[in-house]
């Protein structure tokens, strides 16, 4: 069973930035797509994006798209995400996530198998 952690939210204001982390435990972390969702108070969890095992495809929802880059680092079995022109609408629990594919093309939840307990972004106006 893998246990993912997630690192790195906070308290940021309008147009900042923050780094998100996901360490993960296990040796197979390089054989699978991995993910960030977020989950906005009275909303459902939403995907955010995704990237192959490989590092070499990437997938943004619109909503962020332009303004957020994930990356991994298969060596350190941690997956990044870089959040830059943070809005209000950003503010959510973010989710790391391990893809039951290779590609993690797939955005939807059920295609995720792992989840991390989740970390607290909060961007103020």
Request: charged share 15%; proline share 2%.
């Amino acid at each position: 069973q893998v246990q993912l952690v997630e690192s790195g939210g906070g308290l940021v204001q309008v147009g900042g930035s923050l780094r998100l982390s996901c360490a993960a435990s296990g040796r197979t972390f390089s054989d699978y797509g991995m993910g960030w969702f977020r989950q906005a108070p009275g909303k459902e969890r939403e995907f955010v994006s995704s990237i192959s095992w490989s590092g070499r495809f990437t997938y943004y929802s619109d909503s962020v798209k332009g303004r957020f880059t994930i990356s991994r680092d298969n060596a350190k079995n941690t997956v990044y995400l870089q959040m830059n022109s943070l809005k209000p609408e950003d503010t959510a629990v973010y989710f790391c996530a391990r893809s039951s594919s290779s590609s993690g093309s797939d955005p939807s939840s059920a295609a995720f198998a792992s989840w991390g307990q989740g970390t607290q972004v909060t961007v103020s106006s």
